[in-house]
């Protein structure tokens, strides 16, 4: 062999080997099978949603369901960039412990990583899957329940110490970028709270559920949480034969009045957030809806430490709507955070459906706006996937899918925004009072003589049309 071959294979050996060295890890599945596991130290390698890239924005036109058609983060919309108004959330609980059972079938979720253990190290898997796909879904915000990220132990201890490992993952997972818009404590699955938490009868359970609350406050502390959330799910009756109902509650109160005293104690600045909810799994849940709570901060005196996280099916649920829901607690000073999510008309209970209406998420993006927004609340998807969807991309669709309603709806309202003619209809509806009469009765100092005085001079009142159909029209003009 001549010398410049030799040298020209030399060379191709070196580049080969320069190659190889230049290649980093292989991607392979997160799944019990996958050889990319270090057997040594336990940690799991690989991805946990090989094939899946980052969501990006293609516009409307794209066919890519792995693709933003609506949302563009940064896009500017009516003086902010949309992930500032809509400040997205992935919820842990159905994200990753969603299993697809229901009162009459197994479970249909079968997710790769999983090992079908409760365990600490399932656990730290779990967590990994949640900030990769928190990555690739181009989010950086999520919430929790203590017990749905890290396992129940045998004694409030061992709990408490599971949760700070877990926890020390999802610190250092979650670097600078991503923090928990809420966390929250679950204080509604174990026997222990078949009667309530807050609202238990038995004393001990009480002290248990606030032991509870005050480690998961401080972690989400910790995680540098912007919200804490109240979910009472257990915070009612089943029949008022049983009940001391004044009783709960007072108490149920004094567990809040004592929340906010550790929350200044531990320097933890979020908003106190509370979910109403009228039912299920109790008959009556005391923060039935928007209204309910409104008037229980009024009554102990807890308008100033709370606000108010919506959920758009236990509006429904209660009998109204979400946009009713929004703007009840939007006029009451107390709209904190949406949970973004919808029910089927057809079934009478909390089906967590990813909200998909454009209507519907027009009409909350409306109080979303007049609102100046939701910070340092936002949207969290409390919504899980059907019981037959069972791809793991499917996860994926189904946020991107959410995320492009509530971008349409926010592109729908600046479209009624600069229309105006939305607004101005509603300004004529009440033009009667822009007078100095109207004046008088908003200023609180029309008394009924001064009313009966105009009255008697007008004579019968002329009523003018609602316009109910024109309004509909101008709305449905915009979607």
Excluded at 465 to 478: G, H, N, Y
Aim: net charge negative; hydrophobic share 40%.
């Amino acid at each position: 062999m001549r010398a410049e071959e030799i040298f020209l294979l030399l060379l191709c050996l070196n580049l080969v080997c320069f190659a190889v060295i230049a290649v980093g890890p292989p991607t392979c599945p997160a799944d019990l099978g996958s050889e990319c596991s270090d057997s040594d130290s336990g940690e799991w390698e690989g991805e946990f949603f090989p094939g899946i890239p980052k969501i990006k924005y293609e516009g409307p036109s794209s066919k890519n369901p792995l693709a933003f058609k609506w949302y563009n983060a940064n896009e500017e919309i009516l003086g902010k960039k949309m992930k500032d108004w809509m400040r997205f959330s992935v919820a842990f609980w159905h994200t990753f412990r969603g299993t697809g059972g229901d009162p009459f079938g197994a479970p249909t979720k079968n997710w790769p990583w999983e090992d079908g253990t409760n365990s600490l190290a399932m656990a730290k898997r779990r967590m990994r899957a949640n900030f990769e796909f928190i990555d690739k879904l181009g989010v950086d915000k999520w919430c929790f329940h203590d017990r749905d990220i890290a396992p129940d132990g045998e004694t409030l201890e061992e709990s408490n110490s599971n949760l700070d490992e877990v926890v020390a993952l999802a610190k250092e997972l979650q670097g600078t970028k991503i923090h928990p818009l809420w966390g929250t404590a679950q204080l509604f699955l174990h026997p222990r709270y078949m009667h309530g938490a807050a609202t238990s009868s038995e004393v001990a359970v009480y002290a248990y559920a606030a032991a509870q609350v005050k480690k998961a406050m401080e972690v989400t502390h910790y995680l540098g949480g912007e919200n804490y959330v109240f979910w009472g799910g257990r915070e009612g009756y089943q029949t008022l034969l049983n009940t001391d109902m004044e009783r709960e509650l007072d108490h149920l109160a004094r567990f809040l009045e004592a929340a906010v005293a550790y929350k200044k104690k531990i320097g933890f600045n979020g908003t106190l957030l509370i979910e109403p909810k009228p039912q299920e799994p109790t008959k009556h849940q005391y923060d039935w809806d928007a209204a309910t709570a409104a008037s229980f901060l009024r009554k102990y005196g807890l308008t100033g430490e709370f606000k108010l996280n919506v959920e758009c099916n236990h509006a429904t649920l209660a009998g109204h709507s979400c946009h009713h829901e929004l703007e009840t607690a939007r006029i009451n000073g107390l709209l904190g955070n949406i949970d973004a999510n919808t029910g089927d008309p057809q079934i009478g209970w909390d089906t967590d459906q990813f909200l998909t209406d454009i209507g519907e998420a027009t009409m909350v993006m409306l109080s979303v706006v007049r609102n100046g927004g939701l910070a340092p609340g936002g949207f969290n998807f409390d919504a899980k996937l059907r019981r037959e969807s069972t791809d793991v991309e499917d996860l994926f669709i189904s946020h991107i899918g959410g995320m492009d309603t509530m971008a349409r709806g926010l592109r729908n309202v600046a479209k009624l925004m600069e229309d105006g003619s939305l607004a101005e209809l509603v300004h004529k509806r009440y033009k009667s009072f822009d007078t100095e009469l109207g004046a008088l009765i908003e200023a609180g100092k029309a008394d009924f003589e001064t009313l009966e005085k105009a009255a008697m001079e007008w004579g019968e009142p002329k009523v003018a049309s609602a316009k109910q159909e024109l309004a509909e029209m101008i709305f449905q003009s915009a979607l």
